[in-house]
C-alpha cells in the first residue's frame, strides 16, 4: 500500500525482472517454472508510486525442481497364485504406486494411492491375483515438487494351481536286512504324475501289515527320519 498510490510493481527473480511490470491491481504474475533453469532463485517485488518512491519486499527463495526421478531396479519377486510384490528405486525420494492388469493388452486396474512417504526404495504388495495368469504392470514415482515418471510395460505370471499328484510308487524294493537295519530302493516319481521332481518323501513303518484301509494303516503308522531328498522322475533313490 501507498499514500500517494502505486502506480506498478515489477516481479523480479535474482534481480532481473520477471515479465513486465504489473500496474493492475492486485499485483501478481504467473510464472511458469517449466522453462526455467534449475535451482535455488530469490524472488522480490518492487513497486513504484506516483510520487517516484520505490519500496522493495523482502526476498524470498524458492527452489526450481523441473525433473522427475529416475526409475530403476524394477522387479516382481516374491511371486504366489495370488500375488506378488514390486520392488524398485528412484534416484530422489518420491511416491510409490503401481498400475497392473492381467492381459496381453490391459486396461490397467485402478492403482492403489501412492504412498504418503517420499522414500527411494519402494515396495508394493499386489494380492487377490488369479492364478497361472500373466499381469502386466507399470511403477510411478512423484518427487516432492510435483514430478512424475512411469515405467514402460513389464509382466510376470502367477504360480498356477497344482492339480496333479506324485504318480505311485511302484517299485519299492527291501534289501540287505540286519537285526537293526534294512536298504530301501525305488525308482523315482514326479512332481506330476512321472514328470519333473517331487517336494519331498515320507517314509512309516509298523509292525501290522497294511490293511485293506491303507489311509487308516498309514496314519496309525510310525514316521521315519532320514528319507531323502527326491531325485528327478526316474532317477534311482
Known amino acids: ?12 527473480r535474482n534481480g532481473a525482472d520477471l515479465e513486465l511490470e504489473d500496474t493492475t491491481a492486485p499485483y501478481a504474475i504467473i510464472w511458469d517454472t517449466r522453462t526455467a533453469t534449475e535451482g535455488t532463485s530469490t ?7 506516483t510520487g517516484g518512491n520505490i519500496g522493495t519486499s523482502p526476498s524470498v527463495a524458492v527452489t526450481v525442481d523441473n525433473t522427475s526421478p529416475t526409475l530403476s531396479d524394477i522387479a516382481a519377486g516374491s511371486i504366489t497364485a495370488s500375488g506378488a510384490t514390486i520392488t524398485w528405486t528412484t534416484s530422489e525420494p518420491a511416491t510409490a504406486q503401481v498400475l497392473y492388469g492381467p492381459g496381453t493388452n490391459p486396461a490397467f486396474l485402478e492403482p492403489p494411492t501412492p504412498a ?7 515396495t508394493v504388495e499386489l494380492t487377490g491375483l488369479s492364478p497361472g495368469t500373466t499381469y502386466h504392470f507399470q511403477v510411478r514415482s512423484r518427487d516432492a515438487a510435483g514430478n ?12 498356477g494351481v497344482d492339480t496333479t499328484s ?9 534289501g540287505s536286512p540286519s537285526e537293526t537295519s534294512l536298504r530301501l530302493t525305488w525308482t523315482a516319481v514326479g512332481d506330476d504324475g512321472l514328470l519333473g521332481t517331487a517336494a519331498s518323501y515320507e517314509i512309516r513303518r509298523s509292525t501290522t501289515p497294511p490293511a485293506t484301509d491303507a489311509g ?11 528319507a531323502p531328498f527326491p531325485s528327478s522322475a526316474g532317477s534311482a533313490e
Open 1 to 12: 500500500s501507498d499514500d500517494r498510490g502505486v502506480l506498478g510493481v515489477q516481479f523480479k
Open 43 to 49: 524472488l522480490s517485488a518492487v513497486a513504484r508510486d
Open 116 to 122: 504418503p512417504t517420499l522414500t527411494t526404495a519402494h
Open 148 to 159: 512424475e515418471r512411469t515405467s514402460t510395460d513389464r509382466t510376470f505370471i502367477t504360480i
Open 166 to 174: 506324485p504318480a505311485e510308487i511302484t517299485t519299492l524294493s527291501v
Open 216 to 226: 487308516a494303516w498309514w496314519t496309525a503308522a510310525t514316521p521315519l527320519t532320514g
